[in-house]
Nanobody
C-alpha cells in the first residue's frame, strides 16, 4: 500500500507563489510516475502536472505551463509543485497521485492508483 500526504497549501494574493509537497510512504516511491491534479468547487478534477519516475520527463496542463514546475526527490520520497504567478482561477484543492504502472496518458485521472487527501490553495484577487 502507498500513502500520500500533501502539504504547503494556503492563502496567497494573485501574483504570489506557493510550493506544494507530497510525501509518499509505503512501497518504493522511486518507481512511480507522479501527478498533481486539482479540483475547484463544482468542477471536475483536472490534470495539472506529472513527472516520470526518474524525473526526466514532465507534463503540464496548458493553463499552468510556464508558471508551475513539478519536480521530485526520490531520496526523500517527495514530489513538489512550485506554483508562481498564481491567479484566482488556480484556486482549488490540489491532490497528488501515484501510478503503480507505466501510464499511457499522464494527464488521465484514471491512470493513477493512489491519491492523497488534498491541500487547499486559495488565490485572492
Amino acid at each position: 500500500q502507498v500513502q500520500l500526504v500533501e502539504s504547503g497549501g494556503g492563502l496567497v494574493q494573485a501574483g504570489g507563489s506557493l510550493r506544494l509537497s507530497c510525501v509518499t510512504s509505503g512501497r518504493t516511491f522511486s518507481i512511480y510516475p507522479m501527478g498533481w491534479f486539482r479540483q475547484a468547487p463544482g468542477k471536475e478534477r483536472e490534470f495539472v502536472a506529472a513527472i516520470s519516475w526518474r524525473g526526466g520527463t514532465t507534463f503540464y496542463a496548458d493553463s499552468v505551463k510556464g508558471r508551475f514546475t513539478i519536480s521530485r526527490d526520490n531520496a526523500k520520497n517527495t514530489v513538489y509543485l512550485q506554483m508562481n504567478s498564481l491567479k484566482p482561477e488556480d484556486t482549488a484543492v490540489y491532490y497528488c497521485a501515484a501510478d503503480s504502472g507505466r501510464p499511457s496518458d499522464y494527464a488521465r485521472r484514471t491512470e493513477y492508483d493512489y491519491w492523497g487527501q488534498g491541500t487547499q490553495v486559495t488565490v485572492s484577487s
